[in-house]
Nanobody, 119 residues
């Protein structure tokens, strides 16, 4: 079992920045692929950014060049640096840990943190 706790959300003006953090409960964090998802009211949850256990990253097109995902395995933490925020980035952001071992799939979620971009 892996517990994930997000922090760093809040209210920010358009063009501002926030850094989200997701702390994992177990030291085996390093073998999981990690992702940040978001869900806006009335919309489906969508992948924002992901980083593999090996450090490879990918981003949804709308955040490329503005968001950066990173991980610190020594601290069991994954980060999402969000710059040049736009009102359409407003959502609840969720941290995800995922791993597949042969036929077994492990999938854990945090409780979410609210990000509101508004003037």
């Amino acid at each position: 079992q892996v517990q994930l706790v997000e922090s760093g959300g809040g209210l920010v003006q358009p063009g501002g920045s926030l850094r989200l953090s997701c702390a994992a409960s177990r030291s085996i964090f390093s073998i999981y692929d990690m992702g940040w998802y978001r869900q806006a009211p009335g919309k489906q949850r969508e992948l924002v950014a992901a980083i593999t256990s090996g450090g490879s990253t990918n981003y949804r097109d709308s955040v490329k060049g503005r968001f950066t995902i990173s991980r610190d395995n020594a601290k069991n933490t994954v980060y999402l640096q969000m710059n040049s925020l736009k009102p359409e980035d407003t959502a609840v952001y969720y941290c995800n840990a995922h791993r597949i071992v042969i036929t077994l799939e492990y999938d854990y979620w945090g409780q979410g943190t609210q990000v509101t971009v508004s003037s």
